[in-house]
């Protein structure tokens, strides 16, 4: 299936270095942080189809990967919890046991 994509988007890493965005990367994330969760491949499409509407109504052609990773990390907020610790433990870089500790513990704030 094609997409129109409105513009084109760089993404400007931590490094400072930029790639175009490309789709498939949160689509592949999505699916590891929802393996086995009750979410569809169709819904899986759907918010990435939102996120990447998300990006473009930004207005900007460089958006940093910070910003891309929080859009995402909200979206499974929302969506599933199970799904949102395990996204946010590669995306925050959790490296002990007290890391999960310390984020689960925010989820109650929510």
Known sequence: MERVQLREISVVKKDG???LFDREK???SLR?????????EDQI???????QRRL????ETEVPSKVIGEI????????????YVRFAS???NFREAKD???FVGTLGDE
């Open 17 to 19: 270095k930029k790639e």
């Open 26 to 28: 949160i689509t592949r």
């Open 32 to 40: 590891v942080a929802l393996q086995k969760r009750p979410v569809g």
């Open 45 to 51: 499409e759907r918010i990435v189809n939102s996120i």
């Open 56 to 59: 473009e109504s930004l207005g």
């Open 72 to 83: 995402v990390m909200d979206v499974l907020a929302d969506l599933d919890k199970v799904a």
């Open 90 to 92: 590669v995306y925050r």
């Open 100 to 102: 999960f500790e310390d």
